[in-house]
């Protein structure tokens, strides 16, 4: 079976970098997934969910703004703004961002246009956040992609 080699980057540091079967992506066009043989691709990264898959294995990555690149030799590359895993994300916190969020959005609909932006885009990212935790901690004996020493993956916790 071939594989992809799937690189994920924020500003801070390489995130995960492992090979993976496929790969789903949230884009400005909806969702993709990139699998072996995928066309060279560029496209825009939005707040969603990234499901890493490799064989019965899956990881889904709470992702912000950035990009993805996918070359011709099965190379994946994403530059997000932020990424965490489940396992690193607290639901409280989450729901207190998300509510945080949703107030300045009620405050700002008249006014202000750009709170009322940047509280949507909060809002989406905390979303995402909100999806990758729930199903971490409800499906958590799941089988997912390796996460060992040589994984790739970190154990730092909060956004990266």
């Known amino acids: 079976m071939s594989l992809l080699n799937f690189k994920l980057i924020t500003p801070e540091k390489v995130v995960f970098e492992k090979k993976v079967s496929q790969v789903t992506l949230p884009t400005m066009d909806g969702e993709i997934t990139i699998l072996p043989n995928h066309i060279p691709l560029v496209a825009e990264l939005v707040p969603g969910v990234a499901m890493l898959k490799e064989n019965n294995r899956t990881e889904d990555v709470a992702v912000s703004g950035g990009f993805i690149q996918v ?53 989406e990212r905390e979303l995402a956040r909100y999806r990758v935790a729930h199903k971490y901690k409800t499906v958590s004996s799941k089988p997912r992609v390796d996460m060992g020493p040589d994984s790739g993956l970190t154990d730092d916790t909060g956004p990266v």
């Open 71 to 123: 070359d011709s030799k099965g190379n994946i590359t994403v530059l997000a703004d932020t990424a965490e895993r489940g396992e690193d994300l607290n639901l409280k916190d989450i729901e207190q961002a998300k509510a945080r969020a949703e107030q300045v959005m009620r405050e700002s609909a008249r006014g202000d246009d750009e709170a009322f932006a940047r509280a949507a885009a909060e809002l």
